[in-house]
Protein backbone atom coordinates (compact mmCIF):
# COMPACT_ATOMS: atom_id res chain seq x y z
CA UNK A 1 0.00 0.00 0.00
CA UNK A 2 2.60 2.55 0.91
CA UNK A 3 4.59 1.70 -2.13
CA UNK A 4 1.79 2.33 -4.55
CA UNK A 5 1.34 5.71 -2.85
CA UNK A 6 5.61 6.12 -3.21
CA UNK A 7 4.83 5.20 -6.72
CA UNK A 8 1.91 7.86 -7.51
CA UNK A 9 3.46 10.70 -5.86
CA UNK A 10 6.43 10.01 -8.00
CA UNK A 11 4.35 9.76 -11.56
CA UNK A 12 2.87 13.12 -10.33
CA UNK A 13 6.81 15.03 -9.87
CA UNK A 14 7.42 13.40 -13.20
CA UNK A 15 4.62 14.75 -14.66
CA UNK A 16 4.81 18.18 -12.88
CA UNK A 17 8.95 18.41 -14.03
CA UNK A 18 7.55 17.66 -17.50
CA UNK A 19 5.19 20.04 -17.86
CA UNK A 20 7.34 22.76 -16.13
CA UNK A 21 9.97 21.64 -18.96
CA UNK A 22 7.11 22.37 -21.83
CA UNK A 23 6.42 25.75 -19.76
CA UNK A 24 10.18 26.61 -20.03
CA UNK A 25 10.45 25.87 -23.30
CA UNK A 26 7.57 27.47 -24.54
CA UNK A 27 8.74 30.59 -22.83
CA UNK A 28 11.76 30.80 -24.77
CA UNK A 29 10.87 30.17 -27.34
CA UNK A 30 8.45 33.35 -27.23
CA UNK A 31 10.71 35.35 -26.28
CA UNK A 32 12.78 34.33 -29.12
CA UNK A 33 9.40 34.99 -31.22
CA UNK A 34 9.34 38.48 -29.54
CA UNK A 35 12.85 39.66 -29.59
CA UNK A 36 12.82 38.60 -33.68
CA UNK A 37 9.15 41.07 -33.91
CA UNK A 38 10.36 43.42 -32.36
CA UNK A 39 13.80 43.77 -34.24
CA UNK A 40 11.77 43.58 -37.23
CA UNK A 41 9.76 46.40 -36.11
CA UNK A 42 12.47 48.37 -35.58
CA UNK A 43 14.17 48.35 -38.73
CA UNK A 44 10.54 48.28 -40.75
CA UNK A 45 10.24 51.79 -38.45
CA UNK A 46 13.67 52.67 -39.62
CA UNK A 47 13.21 52.13 -43.23
CA UNK A 48 9.99 54.09 -43.53
CA UNK A 49 11.92 56.91 -41.38
CA UNK A 50 14.72 57.11 -44.16
CA UNK A 51 11.60 56.66 -46.39
CA UNK A 52 10.39 60.22 -44.96
CA UNK A 53 13.62 61.86 -45.08
CA UNK A 54 13.96 61.35 -48.77
CA UNK A 55 10.56 62.58 -48.98
CA UNK A 56 11.45 65.76 -46.94
CA UNK A 57 14.48 66.39 -49.20
CA UNK A 58 12.26 66.27 -52.38
CA UNK A 59 9.62 68.31 -51.33
CA UNK A 60 12.69 71.00 -49.96
CA UNK A 61 13.57 70.75 -53.37
CA UNK A 62 10.65 72.10 -55.28
CA UNK A 63 9.36 74.24 -52.72
CA UNK A 64 12.76 75.94 -51.76
CA UNK A 65 14.58 78.66 -53.74
CA UNK A 66 17.75 78.11 -52.89
CA UNK A 67 17.24 74.53 -55.02
CA UNK A 68 14.33 74.36 -57.74
CA UNK A 69 11.61 76.56 -56.49
CA UNK A 70 11.29 79.53 -58.85
CA UNK A 71 10.92 83.05 -57.21
CA UNK A 72 8.18 84.43 -58.05
CA UNK A 73 9.31 88.52 -58.29
CA UNK A 74 5.60 90.20 -57.71
CA UNK A 75 5.33 88.47 -54.25
CA UNK A 76 8.74 87.64 -53.74
CA UNK A 77 8.15 84.13 -52.43
CA UNK A 78 9.13 80.92 -53.87
CA UNK A 79 6.44 79.43 -55.90
CA UNK A 80 5.87 75.44 -54.94
CA UNK A 81 6.12 73.06 -57.40
CA UNK A 82 7.01 75.48 -59.72
CA UNK A 83 10.65 74.81 -60.84
CA UNK A 84 13.60 75.62 -63.04
CA UNK A 85 16.93 74.17 -63.79
CA UNK A 86 19.29 75.50 -61.13
CA UNK A 87 21.34 75.60 -58.21
CA UNK A 88 22.50 71.70 -59.33
CA UNK A 89 25.88 72.09 -57.61
CA UNK A 90 24.45 73.26 -54.59
CA UNK A 91 21.86 70.24 -54.61
CA UNK A 92 24.75 67.86 -54.80
CA UNK A 93 26.55 69.97 -51.89
CA UNK A 94 23.43 69.53 -49.73
CA UNK A 95 22.19 66.62 -50.17
CA UNK A 96 24.96 63.60 -50.87
CA UNK A 97 22.72 60.94 -51.19
CA UNK A 98 20.79 62.28 -54.35
CA UNK A 99 22.50 60.35 -56.98
CA UNK A 100 19.84 61.32 -60.08
CA UNK A 101 17.60 63.99 -60.63
CA UNK A 102 15.55 63.82 -63.73
CA UNK A 103 12.88 66.10 -65.44
CA UNK A 104 11.14 63.90 -67.62
CA UNK A 105 13.50 62.20 -68.99
CA UNK A 106 15.87 64.98 -69.16
CA UNK A 107 18.66 63.61 -67.07
CA UNK A 108 19.66 66.61 -64.64
CA UNK A 109 22.03 64.64 -61.93
CA UNK A 110 23.64 61.58 -62.57
CA UNK A 111 26.09 60.35 -60.11
CA UNK A 112 25.31 56.53 -60.28
CA UNK A 113 28.76 55.27 -61.25
CA UNK A 114 29.30 52.01 -59.00
CA UNK A 115 26.17 53.09 -57.26
CA UNK A 116 23.17 51.13 -56.48
CA UNK A 117 19.70 53.29 -56.71
CA UNK A 118 18.03 52.62 -53.36
CA UNK A 119 14.74 54.62 -53.83
CA UNK A 120 13.23 57.02 -56.64
CA UNK A 121 10.82 59.62 -55.76
CA UNK A 122 8.45 60.60 -57.83
CA UNK A 123 6.39 64.04 -57.84
CA UNK A 124 4.75 66.16 -60.18
CA UNK A 125 6.23 70.12 -61.06
CA UNK A 126 5.77 72.75 -63.51
CA UNK A 127 8.88 73.35 -65.50
CA UNK A 128 8.52 75.86 -68.64
CA UNK A 129 4.85 75.91 -68.46
CA UNK A 130 4.42 72.13 -68.71
CA UNK A 131 3.16 69.49 -66.62
CA UNK A 132 6.80 67.50 -66.07
CA UNK A 133 7.56 64.40 -63.44
CA UNK A 134 10.35 64.85 -61.53
CA UNK A 135 12.32 61.78 -60.44
CA UNK A 136 14.71 62.21 -57.57
CA UNK A 137 17.05 58.86 -57.19
CA UNK A 138 18.93 57.89 -53.89
CA UNK A 139 21.78 56.11 -53.15
CA UNK A 140 23.97 54.80 -50.16
CA UNK B 1 -7.40 16.43 -4.54
CA UNK B 2 -3.86 17.58 -2.90
CA UNK B 3 -2.51 15.05 -4.84
CA UNK B 4 -2.76 17.15 -8.26
CA UNK B 5 -2.71 20.70 -6.88
CA UNK B 6 0.62 20.94 -8.72
CA UNK B 7 -0.45 20.11 -11.83
CA UNK B 8 -3.49 21.94 -11.76
CA UNK B 9 -1.03 25.39 -11.18
CA UNK B 10 1.27 24.59 -13.78
CA UNK B 11 -1.75 24.13 -16.44
CA UNK B 12 -3.12 27.03 -15.47
CA UNK B 13 0.64 28.96 -15.68
CA UNK B 14 0.40 27.75 -18.90
CA UNK B 15 -2.75 29.29 -20.37
CA UNK B 16 -1.94 32.74 -18.79
CA UNK B 17 1.27 32.69 -20.44
CA UNK B 18 0.20 31.87 -24.01
CA UNK B 19 -2.40 34.63 -23.72
CA UNK B 20 -0.06 36.68 -22.33
CA UNK B 21 1.84 36.31 -25.64
CA UNK B 22 -0.67 36.58 -28.03
CA UNK B 23 -1.66 39.66 -26.42
CA UNK B 24 1.86 41.34 -26.87
CA UNK B 25 2.19 39.98 -30.42
CA UNK B 26 -1.32 41.08 -31.58
CA UNK B 27 0.12 44.40 -30.13
CA UNK B 28 3.40 44.84 -31.74
CA UNK B 29 1.83 43.46 -35.15
CA UNK B 30 -0.75 45.75 -35.07
CA UNK B 31 1.64 48.94 -34.59
CA UNK B 32 3.93 47.99 -38.03
CA UNK B 33 0.80 47.94 -39.51
CA UNK B 34 -0.25 51.25 -39.13
CA UNK B 35 3.24 52.84 -39.62
CA UNK B 36 3.11 51.56 -43.14
CA UNK B 37 -0.49 53.01 -43.86
CA UNK B 38 0.67 56.54 -42.52
CA UNK B 39 3.98 56.44 -44.71
CA UNK B 40 1.68 55.41 -47.59
CA UNK B 41 -0.84 58.21 -46.91
CA UNK B 42 1.87 60.78 -46.71
CA UNK B 43 3.25 59.62 -49.83
CA UNK B 44 -0.42 59.78 -51.49
CA UNK B 45 -1.37 62.29 -49.96
CA UNK B 46 1.70 64.88 -51.37
CA UNK B 47 1.41 63.06 -54.89
CA UNK B 48 -2.50 64.55 -55.22
CA UNK B 49 -1.46 67.93 -53.71
CA UNK B 50 1.16 68.03 -56.70
CA UNK B 51 -1.57 67.66 -59.22
CA UNK B 52 -3.90 70.46 -58.14
CA UNK B 53 -0.94 72.52 -57.20
CA UNK B 54 0.50 71.90 -60.99
CA UNK B 55 -3.50 72.17 -62.13
CA UNK B 56 -4.14 75.54 -60.91
CA UNK B 57 -0.66 76.75 -61.99
CA UNK B 58 -1.21 75.67 -65.90
CA UNK B 59 -5.03 76.56 -65.40
CA UNK B 60 -6.19 73.05 -66.61
CA UNK B 61 -10.16 72.63 -66.76
CA UNK B 62 -10.40 69.70 -69.13
CA UNK B 63 -10.67 65.99 -67.83
CA UNK B 64 -8.82 64.19 -70.46
CA UNK B 65 -5.71 66.57 -69.57
CA UNK B 66 -6.01 65.85 -65.98
CA UNK B 67 -6.65 62.06 -66.03
CA UNK B 68 -3.24 61.77 -68.11
CA UNK B 69 -1.49 63.75 -65.77
CA UNK B 70 -3.33 61.02 -62.98
CA UNK B 71 -1.90 58.43 -64.74
CA UNK B 72 1.61 59.23 -64.77
CA UNK B 73 1.80 59.82 -61.20
CA UNK B 74 -0.47 57.18 -59.63
CA UNK B 75 -1.35 53.06 -61.33
CA UNK B 76 -3.82 53.11 -58.43
CA UNK B 77 -8.01 53.15 -58.63
CA UNK B 78 -9.47 56.60 -58.41
CA UNK B 79 -11.34 59.58 -59.64
CA UNK B 80 -11.01 63.25 -60.93
CA UNK B 81 -13.61 65.88 -60.46
CA UNK B 82 -13.47 69.63 -62.49
CA UNK B 83 -16.79 71.72 -62.05
CA UNK B 84 -18.82 68.74 -61.39
CA UNK B 85 -17.69 66.61 -63.96
CA UNK B 86 -16.15 63.37 -62.46
CA UNK B 87 -14.48 60.94 -64.36
CA UNK B 88 -13.19 57.48 -62.86
CA UNK B 89 -9.68 56.10 -63.61
CA UNK B 90 -8.32 52.68 -63.44
CA UNK B 91 -11.33 51.00 -62.61
CA UNK B 92 -9.98 47.83 -63.34
CA UNK B 93 -7.53 47.70 -60.18
CA UNK B 94 -8.84 45.82 -57.47
CA UNK B 95 -8.09 45.36 -53.75
CA UNK B 96 -7.86 49.03 -52.66
CA UNK B 97 -10.42 49.67 -50.21
CA UNK B 98 -9.31 53.15 -48.37
CA UNK B 99 -9.53 56.15 -50.02
CA UNK B 100 -7.94 59.85 -49.86
CA UNK B 101 -9.11 63.13 -51.23
CA UNK B 102 -8.11 66.89 -51.45
CA UNK B 103 -10.06 69.50 -53.57
CA UNK B 104 -8.64 73.07 -54.68
CA UNK B 105 -11.26 76.01 -55.51
CA UNK B 106 -9.15 78.82 -57.45
CA UNK B 107 -10.61 81.56 -59.73
CA UNK B 108 -8.70 81.28 -62.70
CA UNK B 109 -6.99 84.59 -65.31
CA UNK B 110 -10.64 84.38 -67.17
CA UNK B 111 -12.39 85.00 -63.71
CA UNK B 112 -13.98 81.70 -63.64
CA UNK B 113 -14.11 79.46 -60.56
CA UNK B 114 -12.56 76.43 -60.85
CA UNK B 115 -13.26 73.44 -58.43
CA UNK B 116 -10.83 70.37 -58.88
CA UNK B 117 -11.29 67.30 -56.78
CA UNK B 118 -8.55 64.31 -56.77
CA UNK B 119 -9.71 61.24 -54.89
CA UNK B 120 -6.98 57.91 -54.74
CA UNK B 121 -7.57 54.23 -53.61
CA UNK B 122 -5.46 52.80 -51.95
Known amino acids: ?140 | MTKNRGLFFTIDGLFALIFISLLIFSFNMSTTTNTNNDLEKIIITSKISDLLITSQILEIENLKELENNYNKMFENKGYININSKIKEINTKTINEKQLISQSIKYINSSNKEIYIEIGVYY
Not at chain 1, 71 to 92: F, P, V
Request: charge should be positive.
Open chain 1, 1 to 140: MILALKSSKAQVMILDILILLVICILLINIEFQEVNNYKTRIENDLNNLELLEKEIIVEQLITDCKYLATLNKTTNMCSKNKIEIKNITQITVDFQKICLLKIDSKEVIKNTKNKIINTIIKRAVVNNNNFKIIEVGFCD
